[in-house]
């Protein structure tokens, strides 16, 4: 069964402190991985995906097959940055369908 | 260029109506998925069409719900009975086949509560 766990369900910082959200999956597989954002008010958008190895908006996530983990890091918070974050996976090809995980509050203090 | 639009906004309904969600994906895109966030719980996959089929059915609850995309189109989603435990937000999401990773846009979601 595919599974996406992230432990945390709030983070607060202060801006300009580094992040790091966590993600760990289970899938037989290779999986595609995503992390999805939701500002107040706006709808749920793709931030980045693993395979195009982004940095959108100073977030950067790193795929480790040996610990099945997806963390999404952006070493100095902003305000603006305040949201809900969702990491997410897919099989390939037709297997398309998200797995999310429960998701995480991040909070940034002025 | 207009994004996934979803059809009402909020819907207050009682136990035992009948509701029906409607998506608009975007212009050109195969993929359409409906997806429901209940409450304290993680968003969960409903189902998948591409085009008018339905590709893959296996998150539907149960036999009170019926989702369609006649002519691979918009797509309504029937809840017929609703049951209190129906109560939360229905994303529909839609995608293009995009060679090897799809990205899936999201609707702003219907919220649904079952009184």
């Known amino acids: 069964a595919q599974r996406v766990t992230q432990p945390e369900k709030l983070l607060s910082v202060f801006k300009g402190a580094p992040v790091e959200l966590k993600c760990n999956y289970s899938?037989?597989?290779?999986?595609?991985l995503f992390w999805y954002v939701q500002y107040s008010r706006q709808r749920l958008q793709l931030l980045l995906r693993?395979?195009s190895r982004e940095s959108i908006k100073g977030f950067t996530a790193d795929l480790n097959k040996g610990e099945t983990s997806f963390h999404l890091k952006k070493p100095f918070a902003q305000e603006e940055d305040s949201a809900m974050y969702y990491c997410a996976l897919s099989g390939r090809g037709a297997n398309s369908k998200l797995t999310f995980g429960k998701g995480i509050t991040l909070s940034v203090r002025p | 260029e207009a994004g996934v639009t979803q059809f009402p906004s909020h819907s207050v309904i009682e136990k035992g109506q009948t509701v029906t969600l409607r998506c608009d994906p975007i212009?050109?895109?195969?993929?359409l998925y409906w997806y429901r966030r209940v409450m304290g719980k993680e968003i969960k996959f409903l189902l998948h069409f591409v085009k008018e089929s339905k590709q893959d059915e296996s998150g539907m609850p149960n036999n009170r719900f019926l989702a369609e995309r006649t002519g691979g189109t918009y797509s309504t989603l029937k809840v017929q009975p609703a049951e209190l435990e129906d109560s939360g937000v229905y994303f529909c999401?839609?995608?293009?086949?995009?060679?090897?990773?799809?990205?899936?846009?999201f609707g702003p979601g219907t919220r649904l509560t079952v009184t």
């Open positions: 899938y037989s597989g290779s999986p595609e």
């Open positions: 999401a839609s995608s293009q086949v995009a060679g090897y990773s799809y990205e899936q846009y």
């Open positions: 693993h395979i």
């Open positions: 212009s050109g895109h195969d993929n």
